[in-house]
């Protein structure tokens, strides 16, 4: 076992992180090395658990040129106290985010998927707009990084008694919450909250702004399904994702849009020009309105829904018309390249923008793995910004 004890102190080394990082992600955040360095046994399979996450951990760094043995140390691997949107994010910081969500990815497949990381933490969900899978990820990773979870729901809230989003953020405040997750129908109104709050703040959407979280859950779903074709490691370096659907409302196409264009895809975006936002160009994505020529050659397809929700107006004839036109089916999915990936962030409508038999395809469809990977990206996210008031070593002391 003294070997084990040298193998991690090795490893920890070579990484640059802290023997009790490497408890914390080696699993559950379980005393390993101070049991090894007391002299004691580990069981067997513990042991092997260990040099499983080495090697895994390893291979990422191995076949990742910016992998995690080469971010910056401690808090500047990721220098922010809040994630209001992908446009404040590194190229480096994305990839960070990444791959701390990987031992996470392997955790929520264990049966046993606690870790107490952020025991006697509180954090708030404060949710302004209607959610199920957003809400329900941040709640479970919130709950199963050990944290105290309380979700807000505007609804139910003073918001409805007329109180101004900025009262509502200094009540937050005042409870002393550890994080914040905002998801607000308005274009800024987290930025609004992080300014007037002492704890970090998550954007989980606002308005047709950003929505980061669904970004960087989409590069890791896309990474995690490239690597098992065997094809690349993370970097979408030469890959060319369309994006299809309601550009113009949409926060989860500006977040992607930036967030791929950062790891190297080519993007493309797809809409009736009614639906594409002026000066898409400048955010260095190429526009189409003609879905077959976007396909050409693409290797991902992303599908938006429509955000009826944001409309003020007619923007489309009809249903059937824009499913004519824009609805992703078997035969358009074949004017892309061959096994092109299909992704869409939910909630979808089957038979408006995509239709049953391409939503389901097992090969190609990646739609319930972004699902999978997002409670992983959340808890990265909640696990690396709360770093700082949990004291973690090389991120600065409680705030
Ligand atoms: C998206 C959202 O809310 O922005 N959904 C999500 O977070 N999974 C997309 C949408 O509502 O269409």
Redo the contacts with the bound molecule.
């Keep these: 076992m003294q070997n084990l004890l040298h193998e991690i102190e090795q490893f920890c080394l070579r990484n640059d992180i802290s023997e009790t990082r490497f408890g914390e992600l080696a699993l559950n955040d379980k005393p390993f090395v101070s049991q090894l360095k007391a002299g004691r046994d580990l069981r067997g399979s513990t042991a092997a658990k260990l040099r499983k996450f080495m090697a895994d951990f390893e291979a990422n760094a191995v076949t990742n040129p910016a992998g995690s043995g080469r971010f910056p140390a401690g808090a500047l691997a990721f220098p922010h106290r809040d994630l209001l949107g992908i446009a404040q994010l590194e190229r480096h910081e994305i990839l960070y985010v990444l791959d701390q969500a990987e031992p996470w990815v392997e955790l929520n497949r264990q049966p046993d998927k606690h870790a107490g990381l952020l025991s006697g933490l509180t954090i708030i969900n404060a949710f302004f707009?209607?959610?199920?899978?957003?809400l329900l990820s941040f709640e479970i990773a919130g709950k199963r990084l050990g944290a105290d979870v309380v979700n807000m729901h505007a609804a139910q809230s003073s918001v409805k008694k007329g109180e101004t989003l900025i009262d509502t953020a200094i009540t937050l405040n005042a409870m002393r919450a550890d994080a914040i997750v905002i998801?607000h129908g308005s274009s800024g109104a987290v930025d609004l909250i992080a300014s007037k709050v002492d704890c970090p703040v998550l954007n989980?959407?606002d308005g047709q702004h950003e929505?980061p979280t669904?970004a960087l859950l989409d590069a890791l779903a896309l990474r995690h399904a490239l690597r098992q074709r065997g094809e690349r490691s993370e970097d979408f370096t030469g890959l060319n994702v369309t994006i299809c659907g309601?550009i113009l409302h949409?926060?989860?196409a500006r977040s992607n849009i930036l967030c791929l264009q950062a790891l190297g895809a080519s993007v493309r975006v797809c809409a009736p020009p009614a639906l594409m936002p002026a000066g898409v160009e400048a955010m260095g994505a190429e526009p189409f309105h003609d879905f077959d020529a976007a396909l050409e050659g693409s290797d991902v397809v992303m599908m938006?829904?429509l955000?009826t929700e944001r409309m003020q107006g007619q923007f489309i004839p009809s249903a059937r018309e824009y499913h004519h036109l824009y609805g992703l089916t078997k035969t358009r999915l074949d004017c892309a390249a061959p096994d092109a990936l299909v992704m869409h962030?939910?909630?979808m409508n089957r038979g408006v923008e995509i239709d049953s038999e391409v939503a389901d395809l097992l090969d190609r469809s990646i739609i319930t793995r972004q699902v999978e990977m997002?409670v992983a990206v959340r808890m990265a996210c909640l696990d690396v910004l709360t770093r700082r008031r949990r004291g973690v070593e090389g991120w600065g002391g409680a705030a």
């Design positions: 707009e209607n959610s199920t899978r957003t998801r989980a959407g929505h669904q309601d949409s926060r989860v938006l829904r955000q962030p939910g909630p997002g």
